[in-house]
């Protein structure tokens, strides 16, 4: 959230399943789309799109 020039998220009150406050969109009219947060999101979990732009679905492999 510090690495985000535009302060467009913050820390939410919530616990993930991991126990983690994970980031929260507070401002989203401020992104600019620099892609920040996805690059330095250690988990994976943020990604950014553009307004009507349908959002990534990760894909998950079956070990059996
Ligand atoms: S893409 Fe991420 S780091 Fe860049 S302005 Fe938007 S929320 Fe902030």
Not at 4 to 28: M, W
Not at 50 to 59: D, H, N, R, S, T
């Amino acid at each position: 959230m510090e690495y985000c020039p535009r302060q467009v998220l913050e820390v939410s009150i919530e616990f993930n399943a991991k126990g983690y406050h994970p980031p929260r969109v507070a401002q989203p009219e401020r992104c600019v789309h620099c892609g920040f947060c996805q690059m330095i999101c250690p988990e994976f979990a943020i990604w950014t799109t553009l307004q009507g732009e349908k959002a990534p679905v990760p894909e998950i492999k079956n070990k059996a």
